[in-house]
């Protein structure tokens, strides 16, 4: 069985060269991250690779715990594209925070972030069916992201694998959708289907914790 380690290594090494196909321009591209271009997310991405129990501890209190990420991104922001793939390219292993819990920060982060700049740009992928089911089920516990408010009372069930999660109203489609939708991206609700769908819209309307 492969290990989220490996899919979490997988997922980076995807992403690395879907962003060495990208143009100049495409990298100053808004994505799914409100404020944040696709250089942006790259950066926040890589941004916590290299930092050791102290330099977490520096990054949350330099950023006061919300902000945290948007230090990262500023920390990395003198990288052009060419450099931020590079470092990507030789931190395909997770390490330090992002390999915490046999790399679950690692896949779940590389994955979202990855649609997040691919559905703005129109360049859709078909993602690993073994990744999306193992982010699948990663997502509905997390706290960090908001998601066990976002889809309580609902059941959830992936059209394009095998998938289910919850009970109550009843929101289908295809498991890339629902990924984006439990991840707090309102944009990935009209590919969804359902009586909860409207239940989870307006949910996200409200403003949550996000990756």
Same mark, same amino acid.
């Given at each position: 069985m492969t290990s989220q380690l490996d899919m979490a290594r997988a997922e980076r090494a995807d992403f690395a060269a879907f962003l060495a196909t990208l143009t100049p321009a495409q990298w100053e591209e808004a994505t799914l991250c409100p404020g944040w271009s696709v250089k942006d997310v790259v950066a926040h991405v890589i941004s916590y690779e290299e930092l050791d129990v102290a330099g977490l501890i520096k990054r949350f209190a330099k950023g006061r715990v919300i902000r945290a990420n948007e230090i990262? &991104?500023?920390?990395?922001?003198?990288?052009?594209?060419?450099?931020?793939?590079?470092?990507?390219?030789?931190?395909?292993?997770?390490?330090?925070?992002?390999?915490?819990? $046999?790399?679950?920060?690692?896949? &779940? $982060?590389?994955?979202?972030?990855?649609?997040?700049?691919?559905?703005?740009?129109?360049?859709?992928?078909?993602?690993?069916? $073994?990744?999306?089911?193992?982010?699948?089920?990663?997502?509905?516990?997390?706290?960090?992201?908001?998601?066990?408010?976002?889809?309580?009372?609902?059941?959830?069930?992936?059209?394009?694998? $095998?998938?289910?999660?919850?009970?109550g109203r009843e929101i289908t489609g295809p498991g890339e959708a629902l990924m984006m939708a439990l991840a707090g991206r309102p944009s990935a609700v009209g590919d969804l289907s359902g009586a909860g769908v409207g239940v989870l819209a307006s949910r996200m309307a409200t403003p949550g914790t996000g990756t």
């Open positions: 990262g &991104v500023e920390d990395y922001s003198h990288l052009t594209p060419d450099q931020l793939v590079a470092f990507l390219e030789t931190h395909l292993d997770p390490r330090g925070l992002t390999a915490r819990f $046999d790399g679950m920060i690692a896949l &779940v $982060d590389a994955t979202i972030h990855h649609q997040d700049i691919r559905r703005p740009l129109g360049l859709p992928r078909t993602i690993p069916p $073994d990744r999306l089911r193992r982010v699948l089920q990663l997502l509905p516990p997390n706290p960090r992201l908001g998601v066990p408010w976002r889809i309580r009372g609902l059941r959830l069930r992936a059209t394009d694998i $095998d998938w289910v999660f919850g009970r």
